[in-house]
């Protein structure tokens, strides 16, 4: 029996995604879970699922 080909973290998490956007339909579903994935992953802060309204609004103002 062969040992099997060694895959990179970045190859399983995106074969993990392609497994779970099959069911999801509609391509703007899978790009969204995607890059929701996507961020969780990336460096940074504590991630919340809050609505980035509160923020966008304040850049908005300064940008007036």
Same mark, same amino acid.
């Given at each position: 029996?062969?040992?099997? !080909? %060694? $895959? $990179?973290?970045? @190859? +399983?998490? @995106?074969? *993990?995604?392609? +497994?779970?956007?099959?069911?999801? /339909?509609? =391509?703007? #579903? #899978?790009?969204?879970?995607? /890059? *929701?994935?996507? /961020? ?5 802060? #504590?991630?919340? !699922?809050? %609505? %980035?309204? %509160?923020?966008? $609004? =304040?850049? =908005?103002? @300064?940008?007036?």
């Amino acid at each position: 029996m062969s040992d099997p !080909i %060694p $895959t $990179t973290s970045e @190859q +399983r998490l @995106q074969e *993990y995604l392609s +497994r779970l956007t099959a069911v999801l /339909g509609h =391509a703007d #579903r #899978r790009q969204r879970l995607v /890059g *929701y994935c996507t /961020g969780l992953l990336l460096p940074g802060e #504590r991630k919340s !699922i809050e %609505p %980035p309204r %509160p923020s966008l $609004t =304040a850049a =908005a103002a @300064q940008t007036d």
